[in-house]
């Protein structure tokens, strides 16, 4: 269920967050001033400088300047200091600064302009088409965690490489895919199931988010849940118009497991139009299903065959069922 108030929830999860980030910062403080007295001792003297030169500069006024540059070079004297132990100690220079989920916003959800961060975007986003554990899945499913061993190497009938060479194969166009984003060609992954088509779709879904940009990432039914809000069940909710406006606007559209939902006329076209205003637009799809190539048309119709087949690098997975797990 949709809350009502969404963007109240996601300021309220930013609020939280920065809290967090604060006492995240304290805690790294406090540990690194136990295990290194030294860097508490030399922002001691940096805190006590400052505040002695203030004084001094009120009763002198006429002797400001000097002071000044007698400030500047003493702290300047402490930083080089504690530079060189975080050296010594190989302690990451940003280890006491303050860490951020997003170091675009600072954990606000706005930039300097008033207008909502990639990451505002995103957290509707996954709002809207319950994506809430995304992140813990796309933790176990990337592409570091990208095993080709667990494909066959032996040569199947029919077929012109082996599977594990047909996955590097579609790895590397995957991996293309994310370099080139967002001039990347659509996708197209079809294949039975178990053979990780999912999982590369995760693969760059992980990708992309990290390097800022929006995703949604669903199943058709998923799609049709919100396109049936739109038209029909919640039509005046601003909420869902932003979700259902996403699917053409979104950075990158991922349509996993084209095929497993029940379709109609009404559908076929919502699907047919998101397909092809995206294409027009050149806004990156994906789209997975376990439909074979030239069932494709009399499943949907033959004008999304026609845009699939023209505009999507078709890739075949195929193979014993691999069963990934991790």
């Known amino acids: 269920m949709i809350t009502t108030n969404p963007y109240k929830e996601i300021l309220e999860q930013y609020h939280l967050q920065r809290d967090h980030n604060i006492h995240d910062r304290k805690m790294r403080k406090m540990a690194l001033y136990e295990q290194y007295p030294e860097f508490q001792s030399i922002d001691h003297q940096m805190s006590q400088i400052s505040s002695e030169i203030a004084k001094a500069i009120l009763k002198s006024p006429q002797q400001a300047e000097v002071m000044l540059i007698e400030l500047k070079q003493t702290l300047e004297a402490l930083k080089a200091k504690k530079r060189a132990l975080f050296k010594t100690y190989d302690i990451p220079k940003d280890y006491l600064d303050v860490h951020y989920n997003c170091n675009v916003c600072k954990d606000t959800g706005f930039l300097e302009d008033n207008t909502r961060c990639h990451c505002f975007n995103q957290k509707l986003i996954n709002m809207a088409y319950k994506m809430s554990n995304v992140e813990n899945m796309l933790s176990k499913q990337n592409f570091e965690n990208f095993d080709l061993n667990v494909f066959s190497t032996e040569i199947r009938p029919k077929e012109p490489l082996t599977?594990?060479?047909?996955?590097?194969?579609?790895?590397?166009?995957?991996?293309?895919?994310?370099?080139?984003?967002?001039?990347?060609?659509?996708?197209?992954?079809?294949?039975?199931?178990?053979?990780?088509?999912?999982?590369?779709?995760?693969?760059?879904?992980?990708?992309?988010?990290?390097?800022?940009?929006?995703?949604?990432?669903?199943?058709?039914?998923?799609?049709?849940?919100?396109?049936?809000?739109?038209?029909?069940?919640?039509?005046?909710?601003?909420?869902?118009?932003?979700?259902?406006?996403?699917?053409?606007?979104?950075?990158?559209?991922?349509?996993?497991?084209?095929?497993?939902?029940?379709?109609?006329?009404?559908?076929?076209?919502?699907?047919?139009?998101?397909?092809?205003?995206r294409i027009l637009n050149d806004r990156p799809m994906i789209i997975s299903t376990n439909i074979k190539l030239s069932e494709l048309s009399s499943f949907y119709n033959d004008r999304i065959d026609s845009r699939i087949k023209g505009h999507f690098d078709l890739h075949k997975f195929y193979g014993p069922d691999i069963r990934w797990e991790v």
Do not use: W
């Open 163 to 277: 599977q594990r060479e047909n996955m590097k194969r579609i790895l590397l166009d995957a991996e293309k895919f994310v370099m080139d984003f967002p001039q990347s060609h659509h996708q197209f992954y079809y294949g039975t199931s178990g053979l990780g088509k999912t999982y590369l779709c995760n693969c760059i879904a992980k990708a992309l988010l990290d390097k800022g940009h929006s995703v949604i990432y669903q199943t058709p039914s998923g799609i049709i849940d919100i396109i049936q809000k739109k038209h029909f069940t919640d039509k005046g909710n601003a909420f869902i118009q932003l979700a259902y406006e996403q699917l053409f606007d979104v950075d990158l559209l991922i349509i996993d497991d084209l095929g497993t939902e029940t379709a109609n006329t009404f559908t076929i076209s919502e699907f047919y139009s998101i397909i092809n205003t």
